[in-house]
Nanobody, 123 residues
Framework: QVQLVESGGGLVQAGGSLRLSCAAS????????VGWYRQAPGKQRELVAS???????NYADSVKGRFAISRDNAKNTVYLQMNSLKPEDTAVYYC?????????????????WGQGTPVTVSS
């Protein structure tokens, strides 16, 4: 099965840090951009940060200077380092990417969302 798996979420106090991971299985995304999104209760999903295959990054204004996205192509993993967390960062965080299938009987590029990892920042 081609999928993205996030990890690293949890409960943290305001001002704290967390590092989220997004790993691809059943495929690779080394040649594609990857995005981190979040969805807070009652709000629409929004793009938080993205990184191209070449390492060019982009951030939402609300997280600039606090969050950093990076990728390790050898591990087929993208990270989101979140520092100086605020209560308004509380949300479920998702990664999204076009994944090139590498498992038998599966061909092509599949757009995949991870299952989400919850982040709660207490004040």
């Amino acid at each position: 099965q081609v999928q993205l798996v996030e990890s690293g979420g949890g409960l943290v106090q305001a001002g704290g840090s967390l590092r989220l991971s997004c790993a691809a299985s059943g495929g690779i995304f080394t040649d594609n951009a990857v995005g981190w999104y979040r969805q807070a209760p009652g709000k629409q999903r929004e793009l938080v940060a993205s990184i191209t295959s070449g390492g060019v990054t982009n951030y939402a204004d609300s997280v600039k200077g606090r969050f950093a996205i990076s990728r390790d192509n050898a591990k087929n993993t993208v990270y989101l380092q979140m520092n100086s967390l605020k209560p308004e960062d509380t949300a479920v965080y998702y990664c999204n990417a076009d994944v090139i299938a590498t498992i038998p009987n599966t061909v092509g590029v599949l757009n995949r969302w991870g299952q989400g990892t919850p982040v709660t920042v207490s004040s």
